[in-house]
């Protein structure tokens, strides 16, 4: 029984400390601008963080995750840019022009996606590198989140399944 009680309580100081979402600091929120956009697009905080996790923000700033920042432009076309301008929760965020943050987005290089942040943006007191980097799910959380998707080429299947015309009835 005491067991049971001394398990209890600290899994209770264990949940207590985890930050909650307005105390934590963090990206609140993300837009994105750029071609075939009628506005921008903007997610608040886990769809911006979604966004952050998958360009590879934070690793432009710290040595955070695999696969490490490549500094060198990739060979391949990158296709269109996107501007993503994220916006973070700092005791400062109102009055610190430092509490936004800016990534260009390329989801439909010809070698998938790839995110590149510039040098010499500050965050918090790390400095960007100034650093590329590709990941896979940058292009289907983008759509997801209201960026339209390329046409398909003659080379590429349609991922569609044509269907019968429907019969039309009086």
Known sequence: MKLRILVA??????????????????????????????RSITLSAEGADRVAQAAALYSAFFDAGPPPPDPRLPSEDLGKRYTATYTFATPEARTDPQATLRQELYPFADGGPVAYT???????DATSRGVWHRDAR????????????????????????VEATPQLTG
């Open 9 to 38: 309580a600290l899994l209770a100081a264990a949940v207590a400390l985890i930050p909650q979402g307005a105390n934590a600091k963090g990206v609140t929120r993300v837009r994105i601008s750029g071609p075939d956009l009628a």
């Open 118 to 124: 510039p040098p010499g943006q500050t965050l918090f």
């Open 138 to 161: 940058l292009a289907p959380i983008l759509i997801a989140a209201g960026l339209p998707a390329p046409a398909p080429t003659p080379s590429q299947p349609v991922s569609a399944p």
